[in-house]
T-cell receptor, first 113, second 115 residues
Framework: GNSVTQMEGPVTLSEEAFLTINCTYT??????LFWYVQYPGEGLQLLLK?????DKGSNKGFEATYRKETTSFHLEKGSVQVSDSAVYFC????????????FGSGTRLLVRP | DTEVTQTPKHLVMGMTNKKSLKCEQH?????MYWYKQKAKKPPELMFV???????INESVPSRFSPECPNSSLLNLHLHALQPEDSALYLC??????????????FGPGTRLTVL
């Protein structure tokens, strides 16, 4: 079945450091891939998405590229801010008609001033 | 309007109470979802409504009863809950019409505490 694996957290960085959060997936065909962010006490916000191989999703300085050959969708940001502290979820939606989102376990990011 | 709204924001209830959670979206989406999220875990899917019909029930106990009165509204009726049901309940919606449009839009959630 479909699955998503994320790197374990927490990830602790200093402000302006480079961020990478690894995400790999298992799925048949060409799933859609997403990164969601959850700030403390809030719901999930869609951060970025990619729907086909080699697509690059980007938003608010975050980027992720859909790599079919390595089944990966790693999240990157060149310079993190304290306000980026949150939990980040990688997710996929398969090609079936169920509309289900399969989430990774989440990675907590803490950015120190 | 690009929001999913949920009420109430917080809810405390006893094990014998009956309460309801409400979710609303005005984006014209035709698929709506209920999720349960425990602390430090990803959301777990509970129910999916597609075109106002229940299409997925992830073996959720009958003390949770979903309802979709119209295409914009989704309710979750709660009865005889257990303390372990305390969690953040999230509602989401998605267009539900085209295979290529898969992203879901989440509401802020209802923080439920069962005493």
């Amino acid at each position: 079945g479909n699955s998503v694996t994320q790197m374990e957290g927490p990830v602790t960085l200093s402000e302006e450091a480079f961020l990478t959060i690894n995400c790999t997936y298992t799925a048949t065909g060409y799933p859609s891939l997403f990164w969601y962010v959850q700030y403390p006490g809030e719901g999930l916000q869609l951060l970025l998405k990619a729907t086909k191989a080699d697509d690059k999703g980007s938003n608010k300085g975050f980027e992720a590229t859909y790599r079919k050959e390595t089944t990966s969708f790693h999240l990157e940001k060149g310079s993190v801010q304290v306000s980026d502290s949150a939990v980040y979820f990688c997710a996929l939606s398969g090609m079936d008609s169920s509309y289900k989102l399969i989430f990774g376990s989440g990675t907590r990011l803490l950015v120190r001033p | 309007d690009t929001e999913v709204t949920q009420t109430p924001k917080h809810l405390v209830m006893g094990m014998t109470n009956k309460k309801s959670l409400k979710c609303e979206q005005h984006m014209g989406h035709r698929a709506m979802y209920w999720y349960k999220q425990k602390a430090k875990k990803p959301p777990e899917l509970m129910f999916v409504y597609s075109y106002e019909k229940l299409s997925i029930n992830e073996s959720v106990p009958s003390r949770f009863s979903p309802e979709c009165p119209n295409s914009s509204l989704l309710n979750l009726h709660l009865h005889a809950l257990q303390p372990e049901d305390s969690a953040l309940y999230l509602c989401a919606s998605s267009p539900g019409q085209a295979v290529t449009i898969r992203e879901q839009f989440f509401g802020p959630g209802t923080r439920l505490t069962v005493l």
